[in-house]
């Protein structure tokens, strides 16, 4: 089982729809959850990290359940310009590497 | 300020050549990763450096890749020689405080793409 196991995708959605991402992660150690974003042919970059208690930064909202070792992702009324491929990661603890997911990739469509 | 830079940013190889990328993270970061993205999935490990210390390597294939980063800044990672599997986006990544409990952010160079044909 991988470490860290996100929807296959590829999502293709229109404009203006909620799309919600999934993820799971096997090492209960585990202590730091982000979402990065990687647009076509570019470097990873944090989107943005996920607490227990739940964040949102304006249209995206992170969720974690810890119990469940559950991570989601929801982004409100799709832009063209979300399309990208959301990586899920995790981290165990401090500075050690990051693992992360296979990504799911996202379409917004006009 | 600058971010982590890499070069080449393309190489195109044949198999059983040899092939080296550069790295130079983000000045005052102790912590310095090469990770490998095969087409279709996320990135992974290869190596971590602490200064010019090895922290993980457990995942490098010490048959035929090879890292250092002798004066703790630049990175070189190699491979010799390479085989079709190696077929990737090599990303190199740096971070701030090494040995800290707390996260610190990694920032990823725009990578290297190896085409090994």
């Known amino acids: 089982r991988k470490e860290v196991e996100q929807d296959p995708g590829p999502f293709n959605v229109p404009e203006g729809a909620t799309v919600a991402f999934n993820c799971t992660y096997s090492?209960?150690?585990?202590?730091?959850f982000f979402w990065y974003r990687q647009d076509c042919r570019k470097e990873p970059k944090l989107l943005m990290s996920?607490?227990?208690s739940g964040n949102e930064d304006g249209r995206f909202t992170a969720q974690l359940n810890r119990a469940s070792q559950y991570i989601s992702l929801l982004i409100r009324d799709s832009k063209l310009s979300d399309s990208a491929t959301y990586l899920c990661?995790?981290?165990?603890?401090?500075?050690?590497?990051?693992?992360f997911g296979k990504g799911t990739r996202l379409s917004v469509i006009a | 300020e600058a971010g982590v830079a890499q070069s080449p940013r393309y190489k195109i190889i044949e198999k059983r050549q040899s092939v080296a990328f550069w790295c130079n993270p983000i000045?005052?970061?102790?912590?310095l990763y090469w990770y490998q993205q095969i087409l279709g999935q996320g990135p992974k490990l290869l190596i971590q450096?602490?200064?010019?210390?090895?922290?993980?390597d457990s995942q490098l294939p010490k048959d035929r890749f090879s890292a250092e980063r002798l004066k703790g800044v630049d990175s070189t990672l190699k491979i010799q020689p390479a085989k079709l599997e190696d077929s990737a986006v090599y990303l190199c990544?740096?971070?701030?405080?090494?040995?800290?409990?707390?996260?610190?952010?990694?920032?990823f160079g725009p990578g290297t793409r190896l085409t090994v044909l």
């Open positions: 996920v607490y227990s």
């Open positions: 990661v995790v981290n165990r603890v401090g500075n050690t590497p990051l693992v």
């Open positions: 090492n209960s150690a585990s202590q730091s």
């Open positions: 000045s005052g970061h102790a912590t």
């Open positions: 450096f602490q200064n010019n210390g090895v922290v993980d």
């Open positions: 990544a740096s971070s701030l405080v090494s040995g800290s409990v707390s996260y610190n952010e990694q920032f």
